[in-house]
């Protein structure tokens, strides 16, 4: 247990080893933690679990420091795995735990564990007693689950987040004070742009919605990572600037290169907006970890994607990219295409069209070179590269 304000208690776990969530799909390159809170009053609760495969570890140690038959509620802010992945272990300890939820929360919970239990639903604004706290729920549905929901402590006046400001960040600290800060914000930003991305509306209005609520708020604690408690609201100014169609001005040129062809090309085209004084990188997609792109291609106004042909198509790790860069529904971000090709040369007409389904503005036709470039081939590249700048 690690105290984080007067009678609240962190009763987590630290994954240090987690290198993946998601599946295989986003790196988690400093493990993660699944914060779960103990709220100690004339009720106690409990708040969200850990991840299935700590359920053992997490429910020995609340025996250990709260007893599992001192528990009244839990609350359960959000049913993905990793969160709830430990409840139905605690449910066969204490089967006739009320669970309290949002409506969206009582169908998932439904549709994972399919049992009955003691299931209660509540809206934005309901509260329950505690004693000296209260608990005061806001729903945050698609934020980033339907079912998801914050929970605000009044008393302790802590915002229990859930996955919103959260990071993947395992520390020998747990508060945004005691690391690293360039980490600390790395993690946090990586998070926003590979999961929260699509979202971004709706994290504005929500912002605005808690906001206007004037709850006092000292700290910050999500179900991952650092508890905000220097100034906590930090962390919120910065989802509303990450959520305000965010870039910092740059250009990113990734690529993906059979032969080596496309990759002079994706150079020069680098060197082109270079020229024009840009901050640019040019980063292979078949190497460079596809979580750390996507937080590149956040952080860029321009994205030029360039592909090899190959059997009428595209590379397989550029064909990846382009569906990750489609789910995420950027905004406010221009594009073009590139690439080399032998006989066919589909790729760059390919890549573009892909692109515009992503919501990428193409902002210049596309350039290809059958096999390898010629000198003017790589000034016609470099030349596209300048030009493309003009439209940053
Ligand atoms: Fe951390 Fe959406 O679960």
């Known amino acids: 247990m690690i105290k984080i304000k007067d009678n609240i208690f962190w009763v987590g776990k630290k994954d240090w080893e987690l290198r993946k969530f998601h599946g295989e799909e ?61 409840l139905p272990y605690l449910m066969e300890k204490l089967p006739n735990l009320p669970i309290y939820c949002s409506k969206n929360g009582a169908l998932l919970i439904k549709r994972h564990f399919h049992r009955d239990w003691n299931i209660n639903i509540v809206k934005t604004g309901d509260s329950i007693d505690l004693g000296d706290n209260k608990l005061v729920f ?133 060197r082109g907006l270079e020229n024009k004084g840009l901050g640019v990188k040019a980063l292979n997609m078949g190497k460079y970890d596809k979580s750390d792109l996507i937080m590149e291609i956040f952080k860029a106004r321009g994205v030029i994607v360039g592909s090899s042909t190959v059997n009428n198509g595209i590379q397989g790790d550029s064909a990846a990219m382009l569906e990750l860069i489609r789910c995420l529904k950027f905004k406010n971000k221009i594009g073009a295409s590139f690439g080399s090709y032998g006989w066919s040369g589909e790729s760059v007409k390919i890549v573009e069209t892909r692109l515009k389904e992503a919501g990428i503005e193409i902002v210049a036709e596309g350039i290809k070179v059958q096999y390898n470039p010629s000198p003017e081939e790589i000034s016609a590249c470099v030349a596209f590269g300048e030009a493309f700048a003009e439209k940053v």
Not at 30 to 58: A, C, M, Q
Not at 155 to 168: M, P, R
């Open 26 to 86: 986003f790196s988690t390159h400093r493990g993660s933690t699944y914060n779960s809170y103990i709220i100690k009053d004339k009720k106690t609760v409990l708040v969200d679990t850990v991840w299935t495969p700590f359920h053992r570890e997490f429910i020995d140690n609340l025996e250990e420091n709260i007893g599992l038959k001192n528990i009244d509620l839990i609350v359960v802010n959000h049913t993905e795995q990793d969160h709830s992945g430990s």
């Open 138 to 270: 806001v729903e945050m549905p698609m934020l980033h689950w339907p079912d998801s929901m914050a929970t605000y402590v009044a008393g302790g006046n802590v915002l229990l987040s859930n996955d919103a400001f959260g990071q993947h960040y395992a520390s020998p600290y747990m508060f945004n004070d005691q690391v690293d800060q360039c980490e600390l914000y790395q993690e946090a930003m990586l998070y926003y742009a590979n999961i929260l991305t699509p979202f971004s509306r709706l994290v504005k209005a929500k912002i605005k919605e808690i906001t206007a609520l004037n709850l006092p708020i000292e700290i910050i604690a999500p179900s991952h990572g650092i508890i905000w408690r220097d100034n906590p609201m930090q962390i919120v100014e910065k989802y509303d600037q990450w959520a305000s169609d965010y870039h910092e001005g740059t250009v990113i040129v990734i690529y993906e290169s059979m032969w080596g062809a496309t990759k002079k090309m994706a150079l020069a085209i680098a």
